[in-house]
């Protein structure tokens, strides 16, 4: 079962280059979440996704895009790295964005940006 | 602003029993996670609390109080492989999931 699979697991990237990281699921899940994890910090939502065809901002979505064009695929792109972006990316997917729905999480992306 | 709050580090010895608190002050109130998450892995859901009350399930257990904004984890009979770092997180009135930082838990022999 490979739930919820992100590539790359590491990155090393130059300020001012673009970078797109990808996340896809196969639950068939309609909800999808990006996320980054910062040492002494609380997980922090950039950008999520009720369902296909529909994106929305979270708390910190400055330099950071997404889209959905279809249910499995969910890619966050930074358009121009700067290395305040450097932290550990976690992509997560629910059944709905419902109250009750747990969060299942892929295994992170680890970027710096030097 | 919305804030939830749990200890940073927490230490144990296996057998034992732990408690981890967490209090929340957040924009309205759709339920309470706990999630483990292992160094260097990603966050794994543990249980949810959305009444009052405690919700038993194996070794761990959660609760809550609303009204005291206030849930606890109980971990009982500590193992070595509990050695983590423990998730609190609220899900708004947007139903967006608010995050604490996180305590992380040693157990030591």
């Known amino acids: 079962t490979a739930g919820i699979t992100q590539a790359p697991t590491s990155q090393i990237l130059a300020a001012g280059r673009s970078m797109t990281l990808r996340c896809t699921q196969d639950?068939?899940?309609?909800?999808m979440y990006w996320y980054r994890q910062d040492l002494g910090l609380g997980l922090r939502l950039i950008h999520y996704?009720?369902?296909?065809?529909?994106?929305g901002k979270g708390e910190v979505p400055d330099g950071y895009s997404v889209s959905r064009a279809n249910t499995d695929d969910f890619p966050l792109t930074l358009a121009s790295a700067v290395p305040s972006q450097t932290s550990v990316y976690f992509c997560?997917?629910?059944?709905?964005?419902?109250?009750?729905?747990?969060?299942?999480f892929g295994p992170g992306t680890r970027l710096t940006v030097l | 602003g919305q804030n939830i709050d749990q200890p940073t580090e927490m230490t144990a010895t296996e057998g034992a029993i732990v408690q981890i608190n967490c209090t929340y002050q957040?924009?309205?109130?759709?339920?309470l996670f706990w999630y483990q998450q292992h160094a260097g892995e990603a966050p794994t859901f543990l249980s949810y609390?959305?009444l009052d009350g405690l919700e038993e399930k194996g070794r761990f257990s959660s609760f809550l109080s609303r009204s005291k904004g206030y849930s606890y984890l109980l971990l009982k009979e500590l193992q070595m492989k509990d050695s983590a770092s423990y998730l609190c997180?609220?899900?708004?009135?947007?139903?967006?999931?608010?995050w604490g930082a996180g305590t992380k838990l040693i157990i030591k022999p």
């Open positions: 997560a997917s629910s059944e709905t964005s419902g109250d009750t729905d747990t969060q299942y």
């Open positions: 639950m068939r899940h309609n909800a």
């Open positions: 996704s009720n369902t296909a065809g529909t994106t």
């Open positions: 957040t924009s309205g109130f759709n339920g």
């Open positions: 609390n959305v």
């Open positions: 997180a609220v899900m708004d009135s947007n139903y967006q999931l608010i």
